[in-house]
């Protein structure tokens, strides 16, 4: 059996879960190149994270990863670009809550198809939770801001 081959270039759809994990790794190791870092990927990420694809802990753990990850293609995180906290981990939480309802023994890629095709896959989503002047805001850019309009489903 011969190894499937990957190329840098892993965006939806996927056709492996190796895919999808060369994407997390990517983002790991910083070898993602800077285009292919788009919402889709964030999803992408969290999910193999989330999903237990690595040792990593995605609360713990994501906050570091993008920074270091935004840094190392020339970015920066700063009050107004790069590393957001409220919406990474408000991202997690809506990852983690899509993947427990997708069906037993679904294979990661499949999962991962549907999410970045979901309604999570327009960054607007996050607007229905918070108003604009909040979500936006340096405070919740350096930390977590609970929803100022509805909460997070649980």
């Known amino acids: 059996m011969t190894a499937e081959p990957l190329t840098l270039t892993m965006q939806p759809p996927f056709a492996s879960d190796a895919q999808v994990q060369a994407l997390g790794r990517g ?6 190149p800077r285009p292919e870092w788009t919402h889709s990927a964030h999803l992408t990420a969290a999910a193999w994270i989330i999903a237990g694809q690595s040792a990593l802990d ?30 990474t981990l408000a991202s ?8 427990a309802e997708r069906p037993a023994g679904e ?5 991962v198809n549907a999410l970045v095709t979901s309604a999570l ?4 989503w996050l607007l229905g939770y918070w108003s604009k002047p909040v979500l936006f805001s340096v405070e ?14 649980a």
């Open 27 to 32: 983002l790991v190791e910083r070898t993602l």
């Open 58 to 87: 995605p609360e713990r753990d994501m906050p570091g990863i993008i920074r270091a990850y935004n840094v190392s293609v020339g970015g920066e995180n700063t009050d107004t670009a790069g590393y957001h906290h409220t919406i």
């Open 92 to 99: 997690l939480a809506m990852v983690r809550r899509f993947l």
């Open 107 to 111: 294979p990661l890629h499949q999962s």
């Open 121 to 124: 896959a327009n960054k607007d």
């Open 140 to 153: 919740a850019r350096r930390g977590w801001i609970e929803p100022d309009l509805k909460p997070l489903p």
